[in-house]
């Protein structure tokens, strides 16, 4: 098994636990080197280091960055980046200063389709305000009763088509990707297997298309395993990260105890011939923690 997680969500974007607290949960299940990446915010690195320093454990800077492509939206993961470095904090900024509106908007659909007051109870899920987002209002609205658990919030409510769905223009794809690399980073297509046209897969053709201009960016890395892909798509993204001359990477994707497909720590090995990202920094003393 894989020791190394390089995806997963505090509570500074849509994860339940501080920073802190996760980095303790994957010290404790064996994880030796760990990044940090929270959606389109940094805030969280400084105290996940610090925590990580002291277990020993190999810490990476990281973020999660939502972009918008063509009728897609894209997660680009930034994995070593400087996440003070004067580009990439703007970039950031800009990205999350269309989510309150957005939020305010989603909460008016939600009115119309009957849910009243939704906006106050998603921001109270917000650990950090300037990240609101839709598992905020997923979050509230299974506490409110209206579905089970998250995932059905999501199918009923907060995807396109039904009534909580706003849609929304995330970065570029080219800018989310000059800001990683223009702070020292690796740019990461996250999760591939999830992008879908409807209710299927976004196809061959398209895959191609995105992974020629991802790669035509500066794009240097495609995630392999990750939480939401089954033992096929690890198979299905390996060819592709041969084909495409791509690093693989491999994350949980955690975001809280019994909201995740998979735990901090328990990732399988990649497909055989997989160059691992790691090798892009192995030589880079300073992204170590001593
Ligand atoms: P946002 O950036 O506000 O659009 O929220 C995106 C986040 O919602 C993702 O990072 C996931 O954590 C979560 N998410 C998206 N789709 C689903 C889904 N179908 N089921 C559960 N969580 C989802
Ligand atoms: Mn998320
Ligand atoms: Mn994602
Ligand atoms: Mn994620």
Not at 12 to 24: A, F, K, M, R
Not at 112 to 118: D, F, T
Not at 224 to 250: I, M, N, W
């Amino acid at each position: 098994m894989l020791d190394y997680d390089l995806h997963c969500h505090s509570n500074i974007s849509d994860g339940t636990l501080s920073p802190t607290e996760l980095v303790n949960r994957a010290a404790e299940r064996g994880v030796k080197v760990m990044a940090l990446t929270d959606h389109d915010d940094v805030a969280g690195l400084d105290e996940a280091r610090a925590a990580a320093a002291k277990h020993g454990m190999i810490f990476i800077n990281g973020v999660e960055i939502s972009v918008s492509w063509r009728t897609h939206t894209l997660h680009i993961v930034g994995l070593g980046i400087t996440p003070d470095h004067p580009q990439l904090a703007d970039g950031l900024r800009s990205v999350r200063s269309g989510r309150a509106l957005r939020a305010q908007k989603m909460s008016d659909e939600l009115a119309k389709a009957g849910i009243g007051g939704v906006l106050e109870g998603a921001y109270n899920y917000a650990g950090n305000a300037n990240m609101i987002g839709r598992t905020h209002f997923a979050r509230y609205l299974v506490e409110a009763g209206h579905c089970k658990d998250v995932k059905s919030v999501f199918n009923r409510y907060l995807v396109k088509g039904k009534p909580g769905y706003v849609p929304h223009q995330w970065a570029v794809l080219e800018d989310a990707i000059g800001w990683i690399r223009g702070s020292g980073g690796v740019a990461v297509l996250a999760h591939p297997g999830r992008y879908m046209s409807g209710r299927v897969g976004m196809g061959k053709k398209t895959m191609h298309e995105l992974l020629g201009e991802f790669v035509d960016c500066g794009g240097k890395a495609i995630e392999v395993v990750t939480g939401s892909h089954t033992p096929e798509q690890y198979a299905e993204f390996a060819r592709y990260s041969k084909e495409f001359d791509l690093l693989c990477s491999c994350g949980s994707d955690f975001h809280g105890p019994g909201e995740s497909y998979r735990d901090m720590g328990r990732l399988p090995d990649f497909p055989l011939g997989c160059r691992p990202v790691w090798e892009s920094w192995e030589q880079t003393a300073s992204l170590k923690v001593a």
